[in-house]
């Protein structure tokens, strides 16, 4: 059980493949749980994703296609995969204004690993047993800085 700190990609990877069942939060995920919670329908999370073909759906409906894949590193020298999609024809747009400010077409890079393991981490932080731990952990740790 953790703070959404911890929760990245590698940590996610790691606990995965050393059997570790995690209750781990992610960035957003409080936020995600308030009732009033409304995502912006122009980030990429929200768009549509088609994976048999591998492409987004904007908010007018144009295919945003793959383009290729962005490899970054962490600090710990953790390598990072992000498919990069690209939308076809944002000029004259009435949306364009609302879903990007750059020039010509809109481009999102998406870590489809990543995304799958906060799809995990949320089932789990939702369950009865997710629920339970994150209760008790908001009084374990932080506990112990008061008593001293």
Not at 58 to 86: F, L, W
């Amino acid at each position: 059980v953790a703070d959404s700190g911890y929760g990245s990609e590698e940590n996610y990877r790691f606990m995965q493949e050393n059997g570790i069942e995690a209750f781990v939060k992610y960035n957003y995920f409080h936020k995600e749980q308030r009732p009033r919670y409304t995502s912006n329908p122009f980030h990429a999370e929200s768009l549509h994703y088609n994976a048999e073909g591998d492409y987004y759906v904007c908010p007018m409906g144009q295919h945003m296609n793959r383009i290729g894949t962005k490899r970054d590193r962490t600090v710990s020298g953790y390598t990072t995969e992000s498919a990069r999609y690209k939308a076809q024809r944002c000029e004259g747009c009435p949306l364009c204004g609302s879903c990007f400010k750059a020039r010509g077409n809109r481009i999102i890079e998406v870590n489809h690993r990543l995304n799958q393991y906060k799809r995990q981490a949320r089932e789990r932080l939702l369950s009865k047993e997710g629920i339970r731990h994150r209760g008790r952990r908001c009084i374990e740790p932080e506990a112990v800085f008061g008593q001293m």
